[in-house]
């Protein structure tokens, strides 16, 4: 059973950074596309960025392009996100996920195991 666990999160000030990480365990292989999601108050979950198993090829919502660097260490089955000059409006709770597959994937509905989340305010 694939089981994932974020950390990291924080509160920091506008400009600031941060490294989340989520562990994983369980996995069957590293062909796994793996990704982060954040979910802020009163708002729907959306899409951060994912980086595949294989080619590790990543896709960044536009929001975060340029500010926040996605990476995974096979290895040691563990996913992270680095994240510069946050702003306020990256407040929110940040989800590791997982899948099983070897494309890009971009959608809540595309991941079928999720970490429980980890706070990351930003204040201004």
């Known amino acids: 059973q694939v089981q994932l666990v974020a950390s990291g999160g924080g509160l920091v000030q506008t400009g600031g950074s941060l490294r989340l990480a989520c562990a994983a365990s369980?996995?069957?292989?590293?062909?796994?596309?793996m990704a982060w999601f954040r979910q802020a108050p009163g708002k729907e979950r959306e899409f951060v960025t994912c980086?595949?198993?294989?080619?590790?090829?990543?896709r960044y919502a536009d929001s975060v392009k340029g500010r926040f660097t996605i990476s995974r260490d096979n290895a040691k089955n563990t996913l992270y996100l680095q994240m510069n000059n946050l702003k306020p409006e990256d407040t929110a709770v940040y989800y590791c996920?997982?899948?099983?597959?070897?494309?890009?994937?971009?959608?809540?509905?595309?991941?079928?195991?999720w970490g429980q989340g980890t706070q990351v305010t930003v204040s201004s």
């Open positions: 996920a997982a899948r099983l597959a070897t494309r890009v994937l971009t959608t809540t509905q595309d991941y079928n195991y």
């Open positions: 980086i595949t198993g294989l080619w590790s090829t990543t």
């Open positions: 369980g996995l069957t292989s590293s062909n796994y596309v």
